[in-house]
């Protein structure tokens, strides 16, 4: 069964605007990861946080990690028509750190 | 990082026949995993791909319907036998090259419709 669920299922929001999306999960991780998906193409990693970490960056990309609220968020600053894509977060979980389980996915429709 | 070529990136099959979808791998990796994604929805796990042993299913999917084979390090392919409109969905080839429940690496996915 699915690990993550995100939230909202879809967002719109306009350029240059911030954009949040937010990941809960059921069972204790290894790590959570988002990855970023174009229109029905392959999936780029974009970042990775460990269970031991409350934060991290990676360019316009900040990711938190509440392990006791089983939960997480990505937020893309400053946002670009570029970022229009459907995001996934995805845990490893603690038991079976041989499997990458993601979420439902949320998609980010950056408006001109 | 990994480059992963996956072939074909679509294609339109009949009702009762076969795909198979091919994965090349520009380095050696250790976990390979194929994916469906059907419309609009998420990743599912079909399998691991195991080298020079059965691949490792998981639940609700069998290696009847779904044969896979890794011959080696950098190649592996995915069968989706007897097909059925069912099995319209996107399969996806997926690597982690630096160890087990790390970066995951995707091909460009396999768009799969059946008629």
């Known amino acids: 069964s699915q690990q993550g669920e995100e939230d909202p299922q879809a967002l719109s929001i306009q350029e240059g605007e911030n954009a949040t999306m937010n990941c809960s999960y059921k069972?204790?991780?290894?790590?959570l990861q988002w990855y970023r998906q174009n229109s029905g193409r392959g999936l780029v990693h974009l970042i990775l946080?460990?269970?031991?970490?409350r934060e991290k960056h990676s360019g316009r990309l900040r990711v938190t990690l509440d392990t006791s609220k089983k939960s997480s968020s990505l937020l893309i600053t400053a946002s670009r028509a570029a970022d229009t894509a459907s995001y996934f977060c995805?845990?490893?979980?603690?038991?079976?750190?041989?499997?990458?389980?993601f979420g439902k996915g949320t998609r980010l429709h950056i408006l001109p | 990082s990994a480059v992963i070529s996956q072939k074909p990136s679509r294609d339109i099959c009949q009702r009762g026949t076969s795909l198979t979808i091919q994965c090349q791998v520009d380095?050696?990796?250790?976990?390979m995993f194929w994916y469906r994604q059907q419309p609009g929805q998420s990743l599912t796990l079909i399998a691991t791909?195991?080298?020079?042993?059965?691949?490792?299913?998981e639940s609700g999917f069998v290696i009847d319907k779904f044969p896979i084979s890794r011959p080696n390090l950098t190649f592996s392919t995915l069968t989706v036998s007897n097909l059925s409109p069912e099995d319209s969905s996107i399969y996806l080839c997926?690597?982690?090259?630096?160890?087990?429940?790390?970066?995951?690496?995707f091909g460009q996915g396999t768009r799969l419709t059946v008629v």
């Open positions: 997926s690597v982690s090259s630096t160890g087990v429940g790390t970066e995951a690496f």
């Open positions: 069972t204790s991780i290894n790590n």
């Open positions: 946080i460990r269970s031991n970490e």
């Open positions: 995805a845990t490893v979980p603690l038991n079976r750190d041989d499997k990458i389980i």
């Open positions: 380095s050696q990796v250790t976990m």
């Open positions: 791909a195991n080298q020079g042993s059965e691949a490792t299913y």
